[in-house]
């Protein structure tokens, strides 16, 4: 039985020394792993009644961590000094360091036949990477090195698709491509402008840019998610939005946009059961937004602790673990409870 958005509650948070960029999960655990603005990698148990923040040793990134998969009994992260490395969960052990981009990595996620990843960064490319090897299979090439306003623009967003034949990237002003994964040829182009804001006057500066990208369950469609025009551009002051398109058609099938939860929208999820749809992020707060996907209507929302930048689900898909600002959340889709007092994890330590 699929979940009901409906009733969902904060279970539990746990306070983070930084800001967590990053979260993935063991699968058949509550062994999450979490990489952020302290330049390290953590693992915290949520399951137990008292998490502690467990740090990861060896070579890890000298700059933010912001990406990070698990396949098998390892972990992958990707960060702003460029590089990937691979760490042995059992060992908590930077095993392997890559050099894999130029310029800031902003996004990596691993196909879901667990053989691939895929890398987006400011140079402007997406890469394709053999999980076992490390080695190079595609560089993906199709968006533009500057905005409109001829100031550099950024690569945030990528995503596999659910039969891991497809990758989708978006940038800073709305471009989004389609690309197949086996040959690295570009399949589809598709635009969500409204996701990028000028300003000629104040700052002459460009800000927002699609931030999140998801396939739906079938592949058919799809999401991208950033945030609407914004007013001031010293704040996230602009609304939520998300983007739905038919990727082969081209056709925009839903337009999401929410003036009560603003800022950027930083990750999307379809789940492989259940007609819905969620999405996270936040400005100086956060949210997680639950939609129908056939209607593109608002099932329910909720107010979470912190500006959430990632999000992953268990395999039942009724509890929702995300990472922000100075926390972690544990989000259960079962009979609403009182929120408790945020647990403070332990000092942290090093790996044994």
């Keep these: 039985m699929s979940a009901d ?24 655990t509550e062994r999450l792993f979490i990489g952020g603005s302290d330049f390290k990698v953590y693992e915290i148990d949520a399951g137990l009644e008292k998490p502690e ?53 902003r996004k990596m996620v691993v196909s879901p036949d667990g053989k691939r990843i895929a890398s987006v960064a400011d140079d402007m490319l997406c890469k394709v990477w053999d999980v076992e090897s490390g080695q190079l299979i595609h560089t993906l090439a199709g968006h533009k090195p500057e905005t409109p306003h001829h100031f550099p623009s950024m690569l945030y967003a990528v ?42 006057k104040q700052r002459r500066h460009s800000i927002g840019g699609i931030r999140s990208v998801s396939f739906s369950a079938d592949g058919q469609f799809v999401a991208a998610g950033g945030i609407g025009t914004i007013g001031n551009i010293d704040h996230l002051d602009g609304p939520s939005r998300v983007e739905i398109f038919n990727w082969r058609t081209q056709q925009r099938v839903h337009e ?33 937004s639950f939609y129908d996907a056939s ?9 979470m602790p912190m500006h959430v930048h990632g999000f992953v689900f268990n395999e039942s898909e009724d509890t929702l673990y995300a990472t922000g600002h100075d926390q972690v959340a544990v989000v259960t889709f ?19």
Aim: charged letters at 20%; a neutral charge; glycine letters at 10%.
């Design 5 to 28: 958005p409906l009733k969902l509650a904060i279970a539990k948070t746990i306070r983070l020394k930084s800001i967590g960029f990053c979260i993935a999960r063991l699968p058949q």
């Design 53 to 105: 923040l467990i740090e990861f040793q060896g070579d890890g990134h000298q700059s933010y961590v912001m990406g990070s998969v698990v396949v098998g009994q390892q972990l992958i992260t990707g960060g702003y000094d460029g590089q990937l490395i691979w760490w042995d969960l059992e060992q908590r052990r930077s095993v392997r360091t890559l050099a894999a981009h130029d310029r800031w990595i």
């Design 159 to 200: 995503a596999f698709s659910p039969d891991s034949q497809s990758i989708v990237t978006g940038d800073r002003t709305g471009h989004l491509v389609v690309w197949d994964a086996a040959s690295g040829k570009s399949l589809a182009e598709l635009e969500a402008p409204v996701m990028y804001t000028w300003d000629p």
């Design 256 to 288: 999401i946009s929410d003036p009560g939860y603003k800022g950027l929208v930083e990750q999307i999820v379809f789940p492989r059961q259940g007609n819905w749809f969620a999405f996270a992020g936040g400005d100086n707060g956060g949210f997680v």
């Design 295 to 303: 209607t593109g209507k608002l099932v329910h929302q909720l107010k």
């Design 334 to 352: 079962k009979e609403a409870i009182p929120a408790p007092a945020a647990i403070p994890a332990e000092e942290p330590k090093p790996a044994s």
